[in-house]
């Protein structure tokens, strides 16, 4: 297996642009280089004395936060004496007071493939504000784990844009961060000063057990690649009151709520719902978040084949038939959701509220599914001038 070499890697032969300028550093405890180097070491290294300003998004620079909408406080790193903002606070965006000693801004953020995941969003807001002081933003390029060849899901409705939605893109998208910045400059209109170190090695096809690269968490409930396999089903749970298994050692694989009749569920789902993966009964304790200390009957999702899983469908199915049979016990999780404070969360997270109202209604899932199959047919072709590997 070759060894993929990230836009970090990749640094030091790609760094001509910015020698000599003031930088800032977007980055977490996920950026790190094949050698297990901090993106912040590797760019002191290479640029002794240039790095002004750090920056974190969700969860912290360091990854110390748990959950949404759980801030992470400013501070200063100890050993360089450099500032640490953070754009998971007051503000989501670089303020004048943080980006005024830099010239560029360094992003090197692990996305895992789902449109929710906020760190999209963090660097969408960057690219703006960059935009607005005339200042360079460089995107150190990341595998997508997920692959770039399968895409799943509705396409977003504009109208429910937010920050788990920057853009009108499906659940699980098919991009990489360098392809979503270039995205995000054309669609925008941002005319940002934009350059993208891509990856040497990786292929569209490439799951990231292909990628010979080491998993690092890129926030606290993404514990492995197999969390970020099931996230784009899984964390529609979010917008319920049925636990995504945070507080439990596998989140988003765990699921469930008390009252949960799960040989039922299992007896309900049509066979399609499961394809490609395996619904272990499972009974769980939260250690914190929903139902925390309650026992939980639920599952564990263990997938089987990546091919023929699409985890935005079997979730849709799974959550379909535990509205059927507990209708009285199931809910809606209520706003605030990721600083949205009248729309349902269920909604911004699914990205078109017509999903949730088929859903109540009895829809069928498969249904659902092709309606919104057009759409992504057309996203397909449309993201093509954008991508930047075969």
Known sequence: MKTVHTGLDRMADSHKDIKGARLGLLANQASLSQGLETAKDVIIRLFPGQLKALFGPQ?????????NMIETRHSKDPSSNIPVYSLYSETREPLTHMVEDIDALIIDL???GTRVYTFASTMLNCM???TKYKKKVVVLDRP???GGRIVEG???DPGLHSFVGPYKIPMRHGLTMGEMAQMFNKVFSLDCDLEVIPMGGWRRHMLWNETGLRWLMPSTNM???LTAAVYPGQVIW???MISEGRGTCRPFEIFGAPYLDTALILKRLAPEATRGCYLQQYSFRPTFNKHQGALCKGFMIHVLDPDSYHPYFTSLCILKTIMEIHPAQFKWKEPPYEYEYQKMPIDLILGDSALRQGLESGE???ALREKWQAGLDAYVRWREPFLLYT
């Open 223 to 225: 514990p492995s690649f």
């Open 128 to 130: 703006r504000s960059m």
């Open 154 to 156: 509705n396409l977003l």
């Open 110 to 112: 692990q996305d895992v």
């Open 144 to 146: 997508n784990p997920l």
């Open 364 to 366: 069928e899932p498969s």
């Open 238 to 240: 979010e917008g319920t």
């Open 59 to 67: 969860h912290g620079y360091g990854g110390e936060d748990q959950d």
